[in-house]
C-alpha cells in the first residue's frame, strides 16, 4: 500500500546534539512534501516544504531537510536541537488523489523529546 | 491573523450518541479539511471541500459521518451515532486554494487545535 513511513517512533537527545529525522515514501510520481510540528498544548504548523528545484530545503527554527528521489526519502535535520524543539514532527506527502484533488498523506509521527 | 477556529475542544460521549464539531477556517481560505488524528498516528484525510462544493470523501465513513460547509465559510462534521473507535482528535485546517481548480498541489494547510472526542 501507498504510504508514508516515519522510521523513529521516539527520538530523546541532549541538548546540541545533531537530529535526523527519517521519512520515506511509496507513491510514484510528482509529490510534494512537508513537515509539520506539534509544540506540547499547540497545533500542529508548518516546519518546512518542498515543491520543486533545490532538493536542500531550509525551514522555521534552524530545520532544513533533504528531498533524495531516486531514495524516496524526505529527512529532516538539525545541527545542534534545543529543549525547546521537545514536540512531535510529522513528515506528510501531497499528492494527486484524481477528480483534480491532491490529498495530504501524513506518517505516524516522531516524538523528539529533548533533555537540558 | 486569525487562525482556524474549533470548537469543542473537548467533548466526552457514550456510544451510540451523536456529536457534532463546528470549523471556522481563515478568512479568505477556499478549501477546508476535516481530518481523524488516532491516538499514535498521524492525521487522516476524511473530507475536504473548496467552497461549498465536496472535492473529496473517499475516506469518510458515510454511514456515520457527515459533513457540511453550506455557505463555503464553517463547516460541521457530524458523527450518528459513534462507536467506541471514533475516540481520536479532529482536526480541521483550510488552505487558500488555487481559481478554478479543485485543490492546488502547493497550498500549505493550516491547522486548527483540534477536538479531543472520547466515545465510552
Known amino acids: 500500500a501507498q504510504s508514508v513511513s516515519q522510521h523513529n517512533h521516539h527520538v530523546i537527545l541532549s541538548e546540541a546534539a545533531s537530529l535526523e529525522l527519517g521519512c520515506n515514501y511509496s507513491?510514484?510520481?510528482?509529490?510534494?512534501l512537508f513537515w509539520y510540528v506539534q509544540y506540547p498544548g499547540q497545533h500542529l504548523q508548518l516546519l518546512l516544504k518542498y515543491f520543486s528545484g533545490d532538493p536542500l530545503v531550509k525551514g522555521i527554527k534552524g530545520f532544513e531537510a533533504e528531498f533524495i528521489k531516486s531514495k524516496f526519502s524526505f529527512n529532516l535535520r538539525k545541527p545542534s536541537v534545543q529543549w525547546s524543539d521537545t514536540a512531535e514532527y510529522f513528515c506528510?506527502?501531497?499528492?494527486?488523489?484524481?477528480?483534480?484533488?491532491?490529498?495530504?498523506?501524513f506518517g505516524k509521527g516522531t516524538k523528539l523529546s529533548v533533555i537540558p | 491573523e486569525a487562525g482556524v477556529a474549533q470548537s469543542p475542544r473537548y467533548k466526552i460521549i457514550e456510544k451510540r450518541q451523536s456529536v457534532a464539531f463546528w470549523c471556522n477556517p481563515i478568512s479568505g481560505h477556499a478549501t477546508l479539511y476535516w481530518y481523524q488524528q488516532i491516538l499514535g498516528q498521524g492525521p487522516k484525510l476524511l473530507i475536504q471541500f473548496q467552497n461549498n462544493g465536496v472535492v473529496d470523501d473517499s475516506q469518510l465513513p458515510k454511514d456515520r459521518f457527515s459533513a457540511e460547509r453550506l455557505k463555503g465559510v464553517d463547516s460541521t462534521l457530524k458523527i450518528q451515532p459513534a462507536k467506541l473507535e471514533d475516540s481520536a482528535v479532529y482536526l480541521c485546517a483550510s488552505s487558500l486554494g488555487a481559481p478554478g481548480l479543485a485543490v492546488s498541489s502547493t497550498d500549505t494547510q493550516y491547522f486548527g487545535p483540534g477536538t479531543r472526542l472520547t466515545v465510552l
Open positions: 506528510a506527502v501531497n499528492r494527486y488523489s484524481g477528480a483534480g484533488s491532491y490529498q495530504l498523506t
Open positions: 507513491y510514484g510520481g510528482t509529490v510534494n
